[in-house]
């Protein structure tokens, strides 16, 4: 239900934005990059109507202690699209968000105007992934 809710806020926000206005948006998102492929029930929920409707090596499930993956947070303008890698033994926790990726490497890419439009209209939406809703 909150989901619902934010799309509905996020329309409402939007419906009288020009295509100029669009231009300064700044979204962003993060993603995962698994050695072995992760368990991913809610894709194969919506893309399959049953399991037989799976293909055999996609129905891969197992489970690997520790295994390997790259962290990676993205970020695009209409200029440029800007990724930071997550250092090796961090986590995505408030702080490291705050002091690592919004600090040190969004907020700069933001303020330059190779990368936006206009830095001081430039206007950066998260997903409020957890990480995110701790800053």
Known sequence: MESAKNRLWLCDWLKDWTEE????????DEFYVWVVRRPNYQNDRIWAKSVDDIEED?????????QPCI?????????????????KGES???????DIILTERVFPFLKNEENVIDPDEVIFINDKAPCMRAY
């Open 21 to 28: 206005d669009f231009l300064h948006l700044a979204p962003s």
């Open 58 to 66: 996609e129905r891969y499930r197992e489970m690997v202690k520790n």
């Open 71 to 87: 962290e990676i947070f993205e970020i695009f303008t209409a200029k440029r699209l800007h990724w930071v890698v997550k250092d």
């Open 92 to 98: 995505w926790t408030g702080q490291y968000f705050r």
